[in-house]
T-cell receptor, first 115, second 111 residues
Framework: NAGVTQTPKFRVLKTGQSMTLLCAQD?????MYWYRQDPGMGLRLIHY???????AKGEVPDGYNVSRLKKQNFLLGLESAAPSQTSVYFC??????????????FGAGTRLSVL | EDQVTQSPEALRLQEGESSSLNCSYT??????LFWYRQDPGKGPEFLFT???AGEEKEKERLKATLTKKESFLHITAPKPEDSATYLC????????????FGKGTRLSVIA
């Protein structure tokens, strides 16, 4: 049972380049999330999805887009990368928002550097 | 503005030296408080969830408690393998953000 898998694990981009981060979960979870983690800032929610075909903005959505075409996958896109997007990105998933089913399970992260 | 504050930012303990980490929250309504452990280079790993004041949960050397305004993560006789960053997160009644995370406490346990 793999849980939450993120690809790639590391990536270096030049300013202005685009890329897509892939998150896959095999737990049949309805909810999926993308966070970024920066030193001194903690985990901040970028976008999330409450089900296949639906997405919503989190705390820091600017400069990112997401898609949830399949229940098990959640994609995070950077259309024109900026140095301010250098960070560690985490994907998470949960059954729902309520009670114990709101427990979020995290992937191992993607370390992105934008030069 | 709703806020989650963890203290201290960093804590260094000798092996066997018990202590507590604090998570205080200023929110209009709480629907759950979560504790996670994060090892360097890895994603957060779920530890506990608490829902009402007075509730307690235990796992090995860790014990989490909850009051109306804060939660404590008590570490009894810690070992070096307990070294990690401990994150607190709250689920709110209002708003669309599923969880709001604190910045974490970095714990080092020295043998």
């Amino acid at each position: 049972n793999a849980g939450v898998t993120q690809t790639p694990k590391f990536r270096v981009l030049k300013t202005g380049q685009s890329m897509t981060l892939l998150c896959a979960q095999d737990m049949n979870h309805e909810y999926m999330y993308w966070y970024r983690q920066d030193p001194g800032m903690g985990l901040r929610l970028i976008h999330y999805s409450v089900g296949e075909g639906t997405t919503a903005k989190g705390e820091v959505p600017d400069g990112y887009n997401v898609s949830r075409l399949k229940k098990q996958n959640f994609l995070l896109g950077l259309e024109s990368a900026a140095p301010s997007q250098t960070s560690v990105y985490f994907c998470a998933s949960s059954f729902s928002r309520e009670g114990a089913k709101n427990i979020q399970y995290f992937g191992a992260g993607t370390r992105l550097s934008v030069l | 503005e709703d806020q989650v504050t963890q203290s201290p930012e960093a804590l260094r303990l000798q092996e066997g030296e018990s202590s507590s980490l604090n998570c205080s929250y200023t929110v209009s309504g709480l629907r759950g408080l979560f504790w996670y452990r994060q090892d360097p280079g890895k994603g957060p790993e779920f530890l506990f969830t608490l829902y009402s004041a007075g509730e307690e949960k235990e796992k090995e050397r860790l014990k989490a408690t909850l009051t109306k305004k804060e939660s404590f993560l008590h570490i009894t006789a810690p070992k070096p393998e307990d070294s990690a960053t401990y994150l607190c997160a709250v689920r709110l009644i209002s708003g669309n953000t599923p969880l709001v995370f604190g910045k974490g406490t970095r714990l080092s346990v020295i043998a």
